[in-house]
């Protein structure tokens, strides 16, 4: 069964940094395209950076270039999100996103065939 599962997400002051994770069960993520995307209360979701396959591009929606820098872990078949910098308009439910093949990645969620069940991001003083 293909299994993604989030973790480190919680609350931070502003300024502060999280580390997200996303681990793959089921399924080898270096095969994949992978996404990470946010949704807050009463809004679309968000895509916020997204990885290609093995090693292909890269991509950032512009509000979090410069702060948030995506990886991928082949060993722990982990992605992560690293997200410095923290704003009060970054808090959110993230979610990580799955899409076989593509060297490239899209920050539309629509071709991401599968998702984990998200972890909560809360910038507040």
């Known amino acids: 069964q293909l299994q993604l599962v989030e973790s480190g997400g919680g609350l931070v002051q502003p300024g502060g940094s999280l580390k997200l994770s996303c681990a793959a069960s089921?399924?080898?993520?270096?095969?994949?395209?992978i996404g990470w995307f946010r949704q807050a209360p009463g809004k679309e979701r968000e895509g916020v950076s997204c990885?290609?396959?093995?090693?292909?591009?890269?991509n950032y929606v512009d509000s979090v270039k410069g702060r948030f820098t995506i990886s991928r872990d082949n060993a722990k078949n982990t992605v992560y999100l690293q997200m410095n910098s923290l704003k009060p308009e970054d808090t959110a439910v993230y979610y990580c996103?799955?899409?076989?093949?593509?060297?490239?990645?899209?920050?539309?969620?629509?071709?991401?065939?599968?998702w984990g069940q998200g972890t909560q991001v809360t910038v507040s003083s």
């Open positions: 996103a799955a899409l076989p093949g593509p060297r490239v990645c899209y920050l539309n969620p629509s071709p991401y065939d599968y």
């Open positions: 990885l290609g396959r093995s090693g292909g591009s890269t």
């Open positions: 089921g399924f080898t993520l270096d095969y994949y395209a």
